[in-house]
């Protein structure tokens, strides 16, 4: 059972050749009975400004069609398209990382919180065998770590392996579909992989993490294409 999907696998991805690049999904906990999003039904405007003004960068998935143009500020901030890329630790320091709303986004009132229109079932989450494959790796996770451990390991180093023959950086997004506080949960895993750039968006607020762990703080809500 593979943890890891590959980045052709996946159209956010395989967007951006610039690294050799692999995500992993885990089920919500509306499938799982598991809270792998703990902060998924919390307004966040607080931190999420507070994130900002400190030189880090928010994402904000804003109510407009696809490839209608996002608005050029919000809160005073540039705003950069999200949608261009996964890699957001290519991103510049101070921006707002514009995403257009996809799937339940796009039908859910607004001022729901975003578990509500989880990705979940975005992309190749529709089919029943993808949904299966999250159980799975969420059954591993919960109920024997340490083989879970064992195999996240395993499909690094082949992932750096393979972005060493291609000439360009690994890039590893463990929390696809999740929020997992992974600099408590692995802490040695950074360590092990110095030269893996590993990123998530989070809306766990004073998180901690290692040099190679690049966070982008995830506004709640869906936002209005209007500048703000």
Known sequence: MALLTAMEANAKTAKDQSAVSAIQHLPPYTKSGANFCAFAHKANDKEARDFLEAGGNIAVVFAVKKDAPLP????????????KSDLRF????????????KGKAKKT?????????CLDESGRGVFDNVQEARQRRAALFLKDRPAYKVQ???????????AKREGKRAAVRLNGTSDLRWERIFPELFGMFPDVQFYDYTKVPGRVTPKNYSLTFSLQFVRSGEES
């Open 152 to 162: 996240l390991v395993k499909e690094i180093r082949a992932l750096v392996r393979k």
């Open 72 to 83: 050029c500020k919000f809160w005073g901030f540039p705003v950069i398209d999200g949608d």
């Open 109 to 117: 009132d607004s001022s729901k919180p975003c578990w509500m229109y």
């Open 90 to 101: 290519n991103d510049p320091k101070g921006v707002v990382v514009g995403v257009r709303s």
